[in-house]
């Protein structure tokens, strides 16, 4: 069996997603000790990396065929456009994933894989993203005596998002997309910062879930964005990752912008909208100044190579509560 080495960190769950990280998304990020080796062969029309795991046809060359386990990589292959390299995907994808591909099998979560599902599919590639503390011995041996590589992806910081990226592209043959696609982000997200940085850099508080209460704090792709947004990520005073909170501290925090992420569900039907209006009570400037906003977006808490849409939506709301109608 083949891993793909990385040192570990744990992250916390995103409402909609599986238990394990952010982006609600957000999966728990994690890392399992070893060596992906790669070995690439010509396929077709673009170069793949084969994974040596079964015996291909005489003459042949080994197909990828992935399940993935972890939403925000799923969204990353669709992105790559390594689509049809997926056998299977999470419990939590379908509501993601254009129409052709809501049909493929469910492999479970990182909290319950399907085993027998799996056994059927014959993956090549399993996606997962746990912590290696977490990783569960039935699974390493599962993914052993069936010649499955595990690739256990990190997708905590923007960083850890560009690496995993880059890893999925050499996975599918997509490494120069990849490249690409990594490229146009950071653009896209400097030209955004370069927007914001020379003005006012409001207080924001951004509630990943609200029961019970989390934020994001720091060393997160969601703090990260926030500040290429020129907003002051005051939950990073709460520690790393998604810390709990309770509403005196929340107070405390005094943000003059709320972000109350709730990805997947209807936008936001103003100021009297029963899920703003609690937040209006608080004594904080964000409440006294009607800068209380929803989140809504499915993939606002996802780490993808769109997320420059996420740190766009950001700004307008941070600097004037400006939104289109295709961001809620």
Known sequence: MMTHAYPSRSSLPLRGHAPAGPSAF???????????????????CRKKTTLPLRHAPAGGVQPVRIACTVPAATQILV??????????????????LPPPLQS??????????????????QPTVLV???????LPLSLTHFARRNRIALVNV????????????????????????AARMIADAQ???????????LGSHPRVVFLISTQPLMAVGKKTFLDQLIRVAGGNNVGEKLGSGYPALTRETLVDLKP????IGLPGEPAATGSADPRIAPWLALPVPAAQNHQVYLVT?????????QLYKTAALFGRLIHGGNIRKSDR
């Open 154 to 177: 990190r997708l905590n910081t923007l960083h850890q998002l560009y690496a995993s990226a880059r890893l999925l592209g050499s996975v599918t043959g997509m490494t120069a997309r």
């Open 297 to 305: 977006g499915g993939r606002s808490q996802m780490p993808t190579l």
């Open 79 to 96: 992105q790559l456009g390594a689509a049809r390299d997926l056998v299977g995907v999470s419990s939590f994808d379908q509501p993601l």
């Open 104 to 121: 493929l099998p469910i492999v479970g979560n990182y909290l319950h894989l399907d085993y027998e599902t799996l056994l059927n599919l």
């Open 128 to 134: 997962v993203q746990m912590a290696p503390t977490r």
């Open 256 to 259: 003059q912008i709320l972000l």
């Open 187 to 197: 653009a896209r997200l400097a030209a955004i910062h370069r927007r914001y940085a």
């Open 26 to 44: 957000l999966g728990r990020a994690a890392l399992l000790a070893g060596i992906l080796t790669l070995l690439i062969l010509s396929a077709g």
